[in-house]
């Protein structure tokens, strides 16, 4: 059984190497990465949304996003990248990259984080996330602040956690 595993995982690796990677998903075109470039990663995120209360009076309040904090897993659920603040994302292989929104758009579902389209603004490290050029964040499930009432002087400062998922597709440009 291990050698079948062991050969399936070669086989799906020269199939990257050669250009099979991940197939881009569909979604809509204001949300499409650029042409020329390829999929290299896709994981699934699961994780909070770290939302902050800023009241400055009882008629001027509202729940801030303070940062994300979630792992994202490959397809046989191996953690393999750390989202957080940024919005960043570092990879086991310590390449990190640190994207910028360029297109939000409201999710299909109701109660869900907007889908998201963002460009690479920097990188560190060497290794998968190092040529990232752009990012999707689709498919997003809860992540939403607290209701704004709970969001009063009285709260003023308060953290709250919103449990969410999502899946991200990293892109760079396609190898010739």
């Known amino acids: 059984m291990r050698i079948l595993i062991r050969a399936m ?24 990465a650029p042409a020329g470039e390829q999929v290299i990663l896709m994981a699934h995120a ?19 996003l303070k940062a994300p904090e979630a792992e994202l897993t490959d397809a046989t659920g191996k953690q393999i990248v750390h ?30 984080i907007p889908w998201l389209l963002l460009s690479a603004a920097s990188h560190t490290g060497e290794g998968t996330l190092a040529r990232v050029t752009t990012i999707q964040r689709i498919h997003t499930d809860g992540g939403l602040p607290p209701n704004a009432t709970d969001c009063n002087t009285s709260a003023n400062g308060k953290e709250s956690r919103s449990a969410y998922s999502a899946d991200y597709y990293f892109y760079a440009p396609a190898q010739k």
Request: net charge negative; aromatic share 10%; glycine share 12%.
């Open 46 to 64: 699961t994780g909070v949304q770290i939302y902050v209360c800023q009241a400055e009076t009882e008629q001027k309040s509202s729940w801030v």
């Open 83 to 112: 989202h957080f603040a940024g919005p960043a994302w570092k990879h086991i292989d310590g390449s990190e990259v640190t994207g910028k929104v360029v297109v939000k758009q409201d999710a299909p579902m109701t109660g869900a």
């Open 9 to 32: 995982g070669t086989i799906a690796g020269l199939f990257f190497v050669l250009g099979f990677g991940p197939a881009r998903p569909e979604v809509p075109e204001s949300l499409k």
